[in-house]
């Protein structure tokens, strides 16, 4: 099969993309309760309609398309706290973090910039371009990072996700000691299914202030 043309694809797309709004979301676990640290964030944006071309499933129309990466623990965005992205700017090489837009189509982030958290958002300019993990575009990922652009949002901040394995919430003062109560509102604790189950772990939602 020959490589996909990276311009046939990719141009329509950059040149109709103007984000809307934008999301962060982030999960603890405590199963190791002496290592403090977030496990993942996901960052997403949404976008106004964009009509595109993926390689393999021809015509398509987004309504609101929506553009994500994930950063786990000990990848290039590694942080203890939520409060440590602020005026915080991470650089990934070109082919080192890829995130999902369509069927073929990936987003590949370049860079990103935070601001203060205000209000339960923190401020969000993203560089990006578009290829694909496997390689199929003509051209390198090196190539493709020429013709980036970069798109700024407020992203909310949606609760966090925490994995309790010592049933911490029961006990108030030793969650205190676990969570940073400037940051997480500890009396907004809501128990929910995340869908796996992990021994006696339990799943909660805990609201940002």
Known sequence: ??????????????NQLTIKRGSISHRITNKNINKKFIDDIVITFFANQIDFEDPMYGEMESIEPELWFEQRHYDKISIKSF????????VFKPGEVFGSFSNEIDIMPLGVKFEQIK????????ELTFSNRDGSFEGTFEDHSKKNIKVKSELK???????DYHNLVNDKEALFKSLN????????INEFNCGWKDGEMKSYKIGVK
């Open 1 to 14: 099969m020959d490589d996909w043309n990276w311009e046939k694809y990719i141009r329509p797309i950059l």
């Open 83 to 90: 409060k440590g992205l602020e005026y915080k700017r991470f």
């Open 119 to 126: 209000d339960e958002k923190i401020g969000c300019e993203l």
């Open 157 to 163: 901040i949606e609760p966090l996700i925490y994995f």
């Open 181 to 188: 109560s400037d940051l997480y509102d500890i009396d907004t």
